[in-house]
C-alpha cells in the first residue's frame, strides 16, 4: 500500500491507497480494470450501487482510493485486458460466437471444443468458486499446442502469458499481483528444481487458499507468501508423472491438422476479434458475478461412478449451467470420458500391472493364497516382464495392500489379504474398456473379494453370482513409461542404487533409484 496526496475529490491529506486490476464487494460494487491501447492509459469500468457503470482513472470507496495496477507487462502484451465494455443479448449468443472464433483458428473435437467455451467464461467469474481445474493441449510439437495457448488462452480473463523464457518466481509475482488467468507452456521448464517448483505451483493452484510459502533467499527469516489460485492453460508433451496433477488437468490430445481453412498465420483480424469478444466477456462478469452461488451443490447423474477429486475439480461448471439441461449432459459425458481416461492411465503403469495381474489371478479362480510370486507369474504371462518379486512386494506396501503369513503345504508364505482396500484399487486402476457402453461398472467385479473364501466363482454385475459374464479387465500391458523415460520395461532389469533390488527401466528414476525408495528419501 502506498500512500499520496490529492487535492481534487477528497479533502488535502493523506490518503491510503490500493492497487489493483479489479475488486468486488457487497454483491453491488464491481471494479475492473480496462486499458486504452491508443492512449496507452489504464482506467476502471466500474458498476455501483445504483445499476450504473462509470469509466473513472480511480475510486473512493471506504477510505481508500483505488488505482489501476501498472507496469511494463500491459504495454507489451503479457497482460491482456479488456479495452471497453462490449455488449451481447444473450448468454448463448456470446456462448456461440465463442466457440465459433475458436473453431475458425484452432482444430478441436466437437465436445472438447463445446468444454473449452464453457471454460473461457468460467475463467471470468473463477474467483466466486473455491476449486478450478485446468485446461491442457497435450502432443508432440507440430500438432498445434502454441495454437491452442494463443486461441483459448487469449479469450480468458486477465490472461497472462508464461510462456518463453520465464522463471517460476517470476510466474509466482506476476500471479499474485493480477490474479488472472495463466496461459503457459510446461515445456519451458526442463527437468530441474525449477520444474519441481512448477508442479508445486500447479498443485496448489487449484484450490483458494492453498498459498505457497517461501523464505526469501536474502533473509530467510522473512516469509513470502503466494497465492497460485487462478484458472491456467496449459500446454505439455507428455502426461505429468504427478498423477494428482494430472487427474486435475481436463486434456485435448493435439493433432496435426488436415483441414485447409484454419489460418496458418494469425494476422491482425484475429487479434481484433478476440478483443472485441473479450469486451463483451467483461460485460458476463459484470452481469453474472453476483448471480452465481458458489453454495449450491449440482449433483451430476453417470453411469460410471466419477471419483471425488475429479468431481471437486468440476463443480464450478456445474454451478455456472446448472439450469441448461442440454450442456449439462454434454458435460456429464466429457467427464465421463475422462474419468475412463484417467482409470487407462493408470492401469498403464508399473502398480497398474500389479492390480490388474490380481484381478487377472483372481478372474481365473484364484481368490485366495496369492503370493507376490504369483504375480509376478501373471505379470509375465501378460506382457512377457520378469518382475522381482521383492519389487512387487515393496510396491503392494506402497499401495495399503495387507498380507499375511500363512502355513501352504507346511510351508510359510506371505499372501495378500483381500480386504475392501482391493476393491478400492480395482476401481482406480481396472479400465473400464467398452464396458461402459454396456452398463457394467467395475466396481461390481471387486464385490467378490470379499466372499471369495466360500466362491471361487466370478460375482457378475450387481454382486450375484454369474457363468460367463463379460467381466473388464486389461491384459497385454506393454510398454511401461514414465515422463522421464521412453524406454519399454524388458527382461534388462537394473539394479536400485539405494536398496539393490534388480527393477524394471522403467520403474528407476534418472538417478537409477526406484519409486519407492525415492519416495522414503
Keep these: 500500500m502506498e500512500k499520496k496526496k490529492y487535492t481534487k475529490d477528497v479533502k488535502e491529506e493523506e490518503v491510503p491507497t490500493i492497487r489493483t486490476g479489479s475488486y468486488y464487494k457487497n454483491n453491488h460494487l464491481i471494479l475492473e480494470q480496462v486499458y486504452d491501447e491508443d492512449s496507452k492509459q489504464s ?35 503479457v497482460v491482456s485486458l479488456p479495452s471497453k465494455m462490449g455488449y451481447y443479448e444473450q448468454v448463448s449468443e456470446l456462448t456461440d460466437e465463442i466457440k465459433e472464433f475458436i473453431r475458425k483458428y484452432l482444430d478441436l473435437d466437437e465436445k472438447y471444443l463445446q468444454f473449452a467455451t464453457w471454460y473461457v467464461l468460467l475463467s471470468w467469474v473463477y474467483d466466486k468458486f473455491s476449486t478450478l481445474n485446468y485446461l491442457r493441449a497435450l502432443g508432440d ?112 490430445i493435439m493433432q496435426q491438422t488436415n483441414r485447409k481453412d484454419i489460418p496458418v498465420v494469425l494476422l491482425t483480424e484475429f487479434y481484433q476479434k478476440q478483443k472485441a469478444i473479450m469486451n463483451k466477456l467483461l ?16 449433483k451430476l ?43 487407462e492411465e493408470r492401469a498403464n503403469s508399473f502398480e497398474g500391472m500389479i492390480i490388474n495381474a490380481i484381478h487377472g489371478l483372481m ?24 518382475i522381482n518379486v521383492r519389487v512387487i512386494g515393496r510396491y503392494l506396501r506402497s499401495l495399503g495392500v495387507e498380507t499375511k503369513v500363512k502355513k501352504i503345504d507346511k510351508k510359510s508364505k506371505r499372501v495378500l489379504v483381500l480386504s475392501n482396500k482391493i476393491s478400492e484399487l480395482f476401481k482406480r486402476y481396472i479400465s473400464y474398456g467398452n464396458n461402459l457402453e454396456k452398463g457394467y461398472n467395475v466396481t461390481s467385479v471387486t464385490s467378490y473379494t470379499s466372499t ?38 524388458g527382461n534388462e532389469g537394473l539394479k536400485c542404487l539405494t536398496c539393490g533390488i534388480k527393477s524394471p527401466p522403467a520403474v528407476l528414476n534418472k538417478n537409477s533409484i526406484c519409486d519407492i525408495c525415492e519416495d522414503l528419501e
Excluded: M
Excluded at 458476463?284 to 448471480?291: A, E, P, Q, Y
Design 301 to 343: 447423474d453417470t453411469k460410471i461412478e466419477i471419483e471425488p477429486r475429479l468431481r471437486q475439480s468440476t463443480y464450478a461448471f456445474l454451478n455456472i449451467f446448472a439450469d441448461d439441461k442440454e450442456s449439462i449432459d454434454n458435460f456429464k459425458n466429457f467427464i465421463e470420458k475422462t474419468q475412463i481416461e484417467l482409470i
Design 141 to 252: 510439437t507440430g500438432t498445434g499446442k502454441s495454437r491452442f495457448l494463443d486461441v483459448i488462452g487469449g479469450l480468458c480473463y486477465k490472461n497472462i502469458r508464461g510462456s518463453g523464457a520465464v522463471t517460476v518466481a517470476a510466474l509466482k509475482r506476476i500471479t499474485k499481483k493480477w490474479g488472472g488467468t495463466l496461459v503457459i507452456d510446461e515445456g519451458d521448464f526442463k527437468e530441474s528444481d525449477e520444474k519441481t517448483e512448477l508442479i508445486k505451483f500447479f498443485n496448489l493452484g487449484f484450490e483458494k487458499n492453498r498459498p505457497l510459502i517461501n523464505c526469501d533467499k536474502n533473509d530467510p527469516s522473512t516469509l513470502e507468501f503466494f497465492l497460485p489460485y487462478c484458472p491456467k492453460i496449459i500446454s505439455t508433451r507428455r502426461t505429468f508423472k504427478d498423477k494428482a496433477l494430472e487427474a486435475r488437468c481436463l486434456t485435448h
Design 363 to 386: 478372474e481365473d479362480d484364484f481368490t485366495e493364497n496369492i503370493t507376490s510370486k504369483d504375480i509376478a507369474l501373471k505379470i509375465k504371462n501378460n506382457s512377457g516382464e520378469d
Design 43 to 77: 482506467y476502471f469500468l466500474v458498476l455501483s450501487k445504483d445499476n450504473k457503470i462509470e469509466k473513472v482513472t480511480h475510486y473512493d470507496f471506504e477510505g481508500h482510493r483505488y488505482l489501476p495496477l501498472e507496469g511494463e507487462e500491459i504495454s507489451l502484451g
Design 452 to 489: 471369495a473364501k466360500n466362491n471361487k466363482r466370478a460375482i457378475g454385475v450387481g454382486g450375484t453370482q454369474s457363468e460367463g459374464v463379460d467381466v473388464c479387465h486389461v491384459t497385454n500391458v506393454t510398454n511401461v513409461t514414465d515422463e522421464n523415460s521412453e524406454i519399454s520395461t
Design 283 to 298: 460485460k458476463f462478469r459484470f452481469d453474472t458475478l453476483f448471480k452465481i452461488n458458489d453454495e449450491k451443490e449440482v
